[in-house]
């Protein structure tokens, strides 16, 4: 695999088996031996159609569905003709059962008062009362079917209402992460042509306020100084910080959903019908804009929670995902795959290391929680503050333990098993993608021994292999493309306004043909997520990260290309090249190369400090905080090959601290160049 560079270097022989049921105090496992999951995935490989059509049935249709598939690369239809809502099988479906007071969702607040912190239960009832509100609020702005609602708001339970009052009534969500800039909302407001926005006045994090609402105010100066009005903005107040008041573009939450009726029934969908778009990050350019679809989104969400988590109903569980609803995982994990599932689902608003470091542990133990599904970036974070903050909490209501966003480390895998998991839980390591919507590759916490730092096995309904460019399949133990041979009812149906880009990045890479799809409108029937891997010699799947100009900061995506676009609109900087290295929380920082102009070159280290604080400054309000870079170098020239090609992997291994580049250098252009970066000073 010389083109993709790709070398495995991990041996990892530890294997541990799931634990009985009673040893993790889950009342059964839904899949509970290898032959179970073994004989599940061939059929479900064998009979998509059958597989995926019974577990659809399971869920509420106001019409049924007349086909299960049709598939023709890039483009999957799943569950043709049938009209579904993904807010009423969420919701109203539990209060038609009669099942209306049990809880939905439990939040906790981050600020911490004398009588401990705020909590609030909602029911499926009060859930689908205020859906109803807040979609009649939406309808009373003008918001119609197939509009699309940005959502940039804090993790209130309101966040998780406002996502589904969209699907209610058929409005497309496009949520933006709290933590990016007014940059990052321009951007995708305007791709999306969005003219409504929800926000939070403010939002906590560690204590401090983050101003959403002025964020969004400038986005929308910017907006319109660019021909884009937005027409309204709904601004839920949460921390009471000082806003700006736009008399006749900005609603106040409370008094608009007030003043809204009780009633709005769900809008009867199609299956096909677009639910919403999700910003990632790609290799080159802006963002993508990921579209996802009602029906095949829902049943693969629901799905892949019940198994992957073991979701019970009725058997006290508390699910809690610690990441943002501002990511994918959030989408699928906090609201869409757990509510169908009638297990309460667990918000937590604020950072976890507020007020103390053992926040997470404290409401694990207080609220009993049974499932537990955070980041590797955030176990090794745990590592460091220390084992004496989960030593001091009851953890033993946990029952499964999750990973996902990143490969985990062994050491921090065999840390969260025995800190957090106290030897007993097993623990899912889940390999997906906005893209894929739903877990791909993951162990199932009843069946499959898991390994430190393996993703294990693909899920039902996945057909994973290793690949080289011509789609061979690689015997196990080389590294590879990964390739997912066949459609899944979640997988991304497109990125809006961009066809082009679709196939390219994701229906290109094999070169291959498979006679189950005799003429497909893509050059590859195959998806490529874009990741290299290998696989053991029990098959087993062990990621070993991207194979594109995509650096994985924390466990989420950025385009080199993005921050390099930023750092250049600084004055002071002509050139910039930016690279991963290797990161000690956050598994890869960014380190970033860049030549000045002549008018700005610093004067001295001091100067020279100032400036990379400036140009650090201006990353983060660019795009946001998540992609300031660890690092920056200045340098005279960027070593390019003959074709002008900046050469990543030589900058990869300065910027690694790397002594020898044993890479090869034959055609680079300026071997100067390669010591002068050399002697830059780094900071
Ligand atoms: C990329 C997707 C899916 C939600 C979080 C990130 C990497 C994700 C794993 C894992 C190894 C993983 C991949 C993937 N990734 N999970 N368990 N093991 N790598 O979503 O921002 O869409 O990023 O994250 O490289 O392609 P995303």
Not at 570 to 590: D, F, L, N, R, S
Request: proline share 7%.
């Amino acid at each position: 695999m010389a083109d993709t560079g790709i070398e495995s270097v991990l041996s990892e022989n530890r294997v541990f088996d799931p634990p009985a049921p009673e040893a993790v105090g889950a009342p059964r496992w839904l899949i509970s031996s290898m032959d179970e999951y073994r004989a599940m995935h061939e059929r479900s490989l064998r009979d998509p159609e059958g597989f995926w059509g019974e577990i659809a049935r399971e869920l509420h249709w106001f019409q049924p569905f007349e086909r299960v598939l049709e598939f023709n690369p890039p483009d999957a239809r799943w569950f043709i003709g049938g009209r579904t809502n993904l807010c009423y099988n969420c919701c109203d479906r539990q209060v038609d059962a009669g099942l209306g007071d049990q809880t939905a969702i439990v939040w906790e607040g981050e600020p911490v008062g004398a009588d401990g912190p705020e909590i609030r239960r909602l029911t499926y009832r009060d859930l689908t009362l205020e859906t109803a509100r807040l979609a009649n609020a939406l309808k009373s702005l003008g918001v119609r079917k197939g509009d699309v609602v940005t959502i940039y708001m804090g993790m209130v339970p309101e966040l998780a209402i406002a996502c589904l009052a969209c699907a209610r009534i058929g409005a497309v969500h496009s949520v933006i992460f709290g933590g990016f800039s007014a940059g990052a909302i321009v951007d995708r407001v305007l791709d999306a042509d969005s003219r409504v926005i929800l926000t939070c006045d403010g939002a906590w994090r560690r204590g401090s306020v983050v101003p959403l609402k002025d964020n969004v105010d400038a986005a929308c100066k910017t907006l319109a100084e660019q021909g884009h009005e937005v027409s309204h903005v709904l601004t839920l107040r949460r921390c009471n910080n000082e806003i700006a008041w736009h008399d006749g573009r900005d609603h106040d939450w409370h008094e608009m959903t007030r003043n809204a009726g009780d009633e709005c029934p769900c809008e009867p969908m199609d299956s096909e019908d677009m639910l919403f778009l999700l910003y990632t990050s790609g290799s080159t350019g802006k963002p993508k804009g990921i579209r996802h679809t009602t029906a095949g989104y829902m049943v693969y969400t629901y799905t892949t929670s019940r198994y992957v988590f073991n979701l019970i109903p009725d058997a006290d569980q508390v699910f809690w995902c610690t990441a943002d609803i501002g990511w994918i995982t959030g989408h699928s994990y906090i609201i869409y795959g757990i509510l169908p599932n009638r297990v309460p689902t667990l918000m937590y608003e604020g950072a976890p290391n507020h007020p103390a470091p053992d926040r997470f542990w404290e409401i694990v133990e207080r609220h009993r929680v049974t499932q537990f599904y955070t980041a590797p970036t955030a176990i090794r974070a745990f590592m460091k503050w220390g084992d004496e903050h989960p030593a001091r909490h009851d953890l033993t209501s946990l029952q499964v333990l999750g990973t996902v966003g990143e490969p985990i480390n062994p050491e921090a895998w065999m840390w969260y098993r025995k800190h957090i998991g106290r030897d007993r839980c097993p623990i899912v390591d889940t390999w997906w993608q906005t893209e894929t919507g739903g877990h791909m590759i993951t162990p199932l916490p009843g069946a499959t021994p898991t390994k430190p730092g393996s993703c294990t096995l693909p899920f039902f309904g996945i057909d994973a292999a290793i690949c080289d460019d011509e789609g061979n399949e690689l015997p196990n133990g080389s590294g590879g493309l990964l390739a997912i041979r066949s459609p899944w009812p979640s997988m991304l149906r497109g990125i809006h306004g961009d066809r082009e880009r679709f196939i390219e990045t994701y229906w290109s890479r094999f070169k291959v043909e498979d006679p189950r799809y005799p003429s497909p409108s893509s050059p590859s029937p195959w998806y490529f997520p874009g990741d290299g891997a290998k696989r053991d010699s029990d098959g087993y799947f062990w990621i070993m990260g991207r194979v594109d100009d995509v650096i994985n900061v924390s466990g989420h995506r950025l385009g080199t290309m993005e921050v390099e676009s930023a750092l250049v609109s600084h004055e002071a900087v002509v050139e910039a090249a930016v690279v991963g290295m290797p990161h000690e929380i956050k598994g890869t920082g960014i380190a970033a190369f860049c030549t000045l102009s002549p008018d700005h070159t610093p004067d001295g280290t001091e100067a020279a400090e100032a400036l990379k604080d400036a140009l650090r400054a201006h990353v983060a309000s660019e795009i946001g905080a998540i992609a300031k870079p660890d690092q920056i170098r200045f340098t005279d020239a960027l070593p390019k090959t003959r074709s002008g090609k900046i050469m990543r992997r030589l900058l990869r291994s300065i910027a690694a601290g790397e002594q020898e580049v044993n890479q090869d250098t034959t055609t680079l252009e300026d071997y100067s160049v390669l010591a002068k970066l050399r002697e830059s000073d780094e900071g």
